[in-house]
């Protein structure tokens, strides 16, 4: 599933070529999304120029003066630049033609992304349902040990949880939150509320690490988005934890282990991240 850093990395590869350009055409090829495509965006977009190009936790926000165009990836979406007499294949469900001749092409084989509209008329985007309730996005000073602390100092929850709560920290998926637990020496079914502001600190500067280290070796991949076949994956760094029980740690050579917490597997080192008792 794409997280935060391959959402970025789309953004980023995305802008330069979709900001300030006019929307030709909107095409639905297969509008059998998440949720419906709205049939009427093929003429409410149609001449009207995208202001700009932004992402709000893993939504990419296209802005024209009508409203806002919210791009989701879900499970196997990707989306790229191409010149816009591309010929379709497979699982490209949505075209925009844009004025300099290139086409963003969404394709998705699971059709669990979503292309969703929020028009001007209801106000600002942050107010969208599915915006209003993300935590601060992680690379911002919004996000900090004061704030971690403050919303997790009284929960009786497994800090691997709280992290991967999109309401607590947009973009803690579940690779970045294994490993920002290892490199804070945090076990990752140590509870809320044994966590001192300290350990906070700590916490949020691996969690911010994990993630720029991701997004700086996404930037390698920009020019993918360029080719037909460019399908930018998950952006693979040197792993300390996550993938890796039953092999030794990178630090002290203990046997790394498993354990599943919400149904998501979690891995850590019995030495480097002790657990501590709330
Ligand atoms: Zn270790």
Redesign the pocket.
């Known amino acids: 599933m794409p997280e935060l850093p391959e959402v970025e990395t789309t953004c980023k590869g995305i802008q330069p070529y979709v900001e300030n350009q006019t929307i030709i055409q909107f095409i639905i090829r297969d509008g059998r999304l998440r949720w419906p495509v709205e049939l009427h965006l093929i003429q409410t977009l149609q001449s009207t120029l995208v202001q700009s190009v932004t992402r709000r936790g893993k939504y990419i926000l296209l802005t024209t003066k009508k409203g806002v165009l919210m791009l989701h990836l879900g499970m196997s979406g990707n989306l790229r630049i191409l010149p816009s007499n591309t010929p379709a294949t497979k699982h490209d469900h949505i075209d925009i033609i844009l004025s300099n001749q290139q086409v963003l092409r969404l394709n998705d084989p699971r059709r669990f992304g979503s292309v969703l509209w929020h028009d001007a008329e209801q106000g600002a985007i942050e107010t969208h349902r599915l915006l209003c309730k993300l935590a601060p996005e992680p690379l911002t000073n919004e996000f900090n040990a004061d704030y971690l602390y403050q919303k997790i100092q009284h929960k009786n929850v497994a800090i691997k949880k709280l992290i991967m709560n999109n309401q607590i920290i947009v973009g803690a998926g579940n690779i970045y939150a294994s490993e920002a637990l290892?490199n804070a020496k945090i076990h990752p079914l140590t509870v809320g509320k044994a966590l001192n502001k300290q350990a906070c600190q700590q916490l949020v500067v691996h969690i911010q690490n994990v993630l720029r280290e991701s997004i700086k070796q996404g930037g390698t991949t920009l020019k993918d988005f360029l080719k037909p076949d460019g399908k930018p994956g998950y952006f693979v760094q040197k792993l300390n934890v996550y993938g890796r029980n039953e092999q030794p740690?990178?630090?002290?050579?203990?046997v790394?282990e498993k354990v599943i917490i919400s149904q998501r597997a979690s891995f850590f080192?019995?030495?480097?991240?002790p657990l501590k008792e709330g």
């Open positions: 290892f740690c990178t630090q002290c050579n203990t790394i080192c019995p030495k480097c991240q």
